[in-house]
């Protein structure tokens, strides 16, 4: 069974830009998670998305969206780029069986200039 | 507020047991996580433990108390490949369901 997957891994952009994430989850997980890294804040939750709702939400502003797709897949936005937001972006998928195992793509890194 | 507290680092040897402590205050309490985290690599599900009491799998077993805002992950017969950041979380009942994360435990598992 394939792992989650995050496109793009690696990403360049400017301050005042915007920036879409894909998330591919385990086949067969319906909840995907998103989670931002950075060595001073550590690792902070975004929000998680289940059957194409948001079911819970982090305390980032609302420059930071998301969306999922019939078919699990997700899609995170962040406008307006601000230097601070320069981190690893990571995703996580799971079954949802009250098990909470949470498997976590490989991220994608944004560098914001 | 909300924190999760846990040692910065720890050093322990090859074949010997470690136990990594965190600590937790937050708004609600829906179970506890724990992840290892190598270096450049995204976080491994370890645990999740929501009654109190030990839960053991293979050479790492999880520990929780939640009338202490107490955890701990019990890693024996340590091995090198265990050198790892070990992240502790939280789910909290705030509203709706959120994730609150220490900020790791940087294991070194000398020779």
């Known amino acids: 069974k394939a792992g989650v997957t995050q496109t793009p891994r690696y990403l360049i952009k400017t301050r005042g830009q915007q920036v879409t994430l894909s998330c591919s989850p385990i086949s067969g997980h319906r909840s995907v998670s998103w989670y931002q890294q950075t060595p001073g804040q550590g690792l902070q939750f975004l929000f998680e998305y289940f059957s194409e709702t948001q079911r819970n939400k982090g305390n980032f502003p609302g420059r930071f969206s998301g969306r999922q797709f019939s078919n699990s897949r997700s899609e995170m936005n962040v406008s307006t780029l601000e230097l601070g937001d320069s981190a690893l972006y990571l995703c996580?998928?799971?079954?949802?069986?009250?098990?909470?195992?949470?498997?976590f793509g490989p991220g994608t890194r944004l560098l914001v200039l | 507020g909300q924190n999760i507290d846990q040692p910065t680092e720890m050093t322990a040897t090859e074949g010997a047991i470690v136990q990594i402590n965190c600590t937790y205050q937050?708004?609600?309490?829906?179970?506890l996580f724990w992840y290892q985290q190598h270096a450049g690599e995204a976080p491994t599900f370890l645990s999740y433990n929501v009654l109190d009491g030990l839960e053991e799998k293979g050479r790492f077993s999880s520990f929780l108390s939640r009338s202490k805002g107490y955890s701990y992950l019990l890693l024996k017969e340590l091995q090198m490949k265990d050198s790892a950041s070990y992240l502790c979380a939280v789910k909290t009942t705030s509203g709706t369901y959120k994730y609150i994360f220490g900020t790791g435990t940087r294991l070194k598992v000398l020779a």
């Open positions: 996580a998928s799971s079954l949802d069986d009250g098990r909470e195992t949470q498997y």
């Open positions: 937050t708004s609600g309490f829906n179970g």
